[in-house]
């Protein structure tokens, strides 16, 4: 079974940025459609970004376009996720997740089969 794992969460000042790193144990990852939802205390998980597997598209939820990239290098089975201009509303754990094959929407929980255990992301104001 492929594992994710997610790194460079931390804590900073509103308008701060991070880059958020999901690596994949295995290179068939590269094949599929991979995401970042978030999850803040008493809500849940929603979606932030996708990317398809080579890259060529990329969707974002309305709260993070423009503020956050993601992007991807199969060479190192690794997604990113650039995020600029945090705000505190940002504060919550990441996960990263991999796509079912075939699933014809990216921004629900239930199209990912495979999550992460999560980078916890503070943004303090």
């Known amino acids: 079974q492929v594992q994710l794992v997610e790194s460079g969460g931390g804590s900073v000042q509103a308008g701060g940025s991070l880059r958020l790193s999901c690596a994949a144990s295995?290179?068939?990852?590269?094949?599929?459609?991979m995401g970042w939802f978030r999850q803040a205390p008493g809500k849940e998980r929603e979606f932030v970004a996708a990317?398809?597997?080579?890259?060529?598209?990329?969707y974002y939820a309305t709260s993070a376009q423009g503020r956050f990239t993601i992007s991807r290098d199969n060479n190192k089975n690794t997604v990113y996720l650039q995020m600029n201009s945090l705000k505190p509303e940002d504060t919550a754990v990441y996960y990263c997740g991999r796509r079912r094959p075939y699933t014809g929407t990216y921004d629900r929980v239930n199209s990912y089969d495979v999550w992460g255990q999560g980078t916890q992301v503070t943004v303090s104001s």
């Open positions: 295995e290179r068939t990852t590269t094949i599929y459609t």
């Open positions: 990317i398809s597997w080579n890259g060529d598209a990329t």
